[in-house]
Structures are given as C-alpha cells and as structure tokens.
C-alpha cells in the first residue's frame, strides 16, 4: 500500500532562518506531488506541484521554492523566512492520469506546523 | 478563477440532531470532492460526486452534487461527536490539469456529547 511521510510534525524558526521540509511518498511510482499550505481563515493553497522529476510548477510568487530530487522526494525550502510563512504545510501526491475531471484523489501527509517568530 | 464558497464557516450541535453543510460556486465543475480533516492532520477524502444531481451515501453521512454542477451538500444524520473536523471541498474543471483542485476553505464542525 501507499503511504506518505512528512516532517517535521511541529517546527519553530526565526524570521531570516532557512527552511526545509520534506516529504517521500512509499508504495508507487512516479506519483504527482503538491505542496499545499493552509492559514487560517484561508483554506488550503497550492503552492507547488510536480509531474515528475526536476519539474516543479510554482501556483504564487513568493521566497519559497520546491525541489523533487528524486521520484519520490518533495522538498520546500526558503532562504529566508516571513512572518508571513507560518501556517500548516501539506505535502500530498495522486496517481494523476490525465484529468481531475474522474476519480483522481490526492492523499495528503499528516503535516508541519510551522512558526516563525 | 474558480472559487468554492462553503458555508457555514463554523456549526456547533448537539450529538444526535442532523446538519447540512453548502458548496457553491459560481462556476460549472466537472467533478466535486469532499475531505474531512482533523486538527493537526491532513485531509481525507471521503467521497468524489460526478454526475449532476448524483447522490452518494456513507454511512450516515448523504453527498449531493447539484443539477447543475455548481454545488454540492453534505448531510450528516444523527450527529456524533466522531464527524467533527474540518469539512473540505474540492471542484475539479474541465481541462484543469496536475493543478485542477480548487479547495472551499471549510466548514468547522463540532459535534457536543
């Protein structure tokens, strides 16, 4: 079976510190991967998805930036974090075909709750 | 851009008593999902509707996509205090691609004992 794995669970760093979270994907290949964050207030929003390896599609402008290393591998970085960067981050993936339009389902990870101060 | 109005944000009820929680959009959506979400967790989808005027049931929970294929509404019967969470959807529309998912941004549900 699938599963997804995503840390840290819980994360606090200071306004200007790096970031890098990562998230690997078990029990497929090739899987489509998403960055999501979710505020409050503002639902979940896709910041980055990739179709496969070294291809990354950016959703927003912002200092964050994704990298997929390997097939199964997602990473989100920044140089330097915002006041404005906290939030909850999901990493998801689907076994994407072609369309969301059917039965495409995203199996998102448990998680980071990131705080920066 | 298409955007997914849920409502209402927050609904607090009595264990037992039934509820139903809204979808809308202003756009026509080639399919809809729903995700329940617990606190510091990810989402789980629950059910994916399709058809306009489809209806799906799981347990005691009813999912209706609209005639139109513009909204969509869970039904929750006989509440317990297990459905609370975050309630999602999600449209999907034609010609969207690996990015074709707009979420709602959910309905809080607490379910008191």
């Known amino acids: 079976s699938q599963t997804i794995h995503q840390w840290p669970a819980t994360l606090v760093q200071p306004v200007g510190s790096p970031l890098s979270l990562e998230c690997t994907v078990e029990?497929?290949?090739?899987?489509?991967l998403y960055w999501y964050r979710q505020a409050a207030g503002r639902g979940l929003q896709l910041l980055f998805y990739?179709?496969?390896?070294?291809?990354i599609s950016s959703e927003v402008p912002q200092n964050l930036s994704a990298s997929r290393p390997q097939d199964r591998q997602f990473i989100l970085s920044s140089k330097k974090l915002l006041l404005s960067d906290s939030g909850f981050y999901l990493c998801?993936?689907?076994?994407?075909?072609?369309?969301?339009?059917?039965?495409?389902?995203?199996?998102f990870g448990s998680g980071t709750q990131l705080s920066v101060l | 851009t298409q955007l997914l109005e849920q409502s209402p944000q927050f609904l607090s009820i009595q264990e037992g008593e039934n509820l139903t929680v809204y979808c809308n959009s202003s756009?026509?959506?080639?399919?809809l999902q729903w995700y329940r979400q617990e606190p510091g967790e990810g989402p789980v989808l629950l059910v994916t509707v399709v058809t306009g005027g489809e209806v799906k049931k799981l347990k005691r929970l009813t999912f209706q996509f609209g005639d139109a294929r513009k909204d969509s509404s869970l039904h929750i019967t006989a509440a317990q205090p297990g459905d609370t969470g975050l309630y999602l959807c999600?449209?999907?529309?034609?010609?969207?691609?690996?990015?074709?998912?707009?979420f709602g941004k959910g309905t809080h549900l607490i379910i008191q004992p």
């Open positions: 029990g497929t290949s090739n899987p489509n």
């Open positions: 999600a449209g999907a529309w034609s010609g969207g691609g690996a990015d074709g998912l707009t």
């Open positions: 998801a993936w689907s076994a994407f075909t072609g369309s969301f339009e059917t039965n495409e389902k995203l199996f």
């Open positions: 756009s026509v959506f080639s399919s």
């Open positions: 990739s179709v496969g390896i070294g291809q």
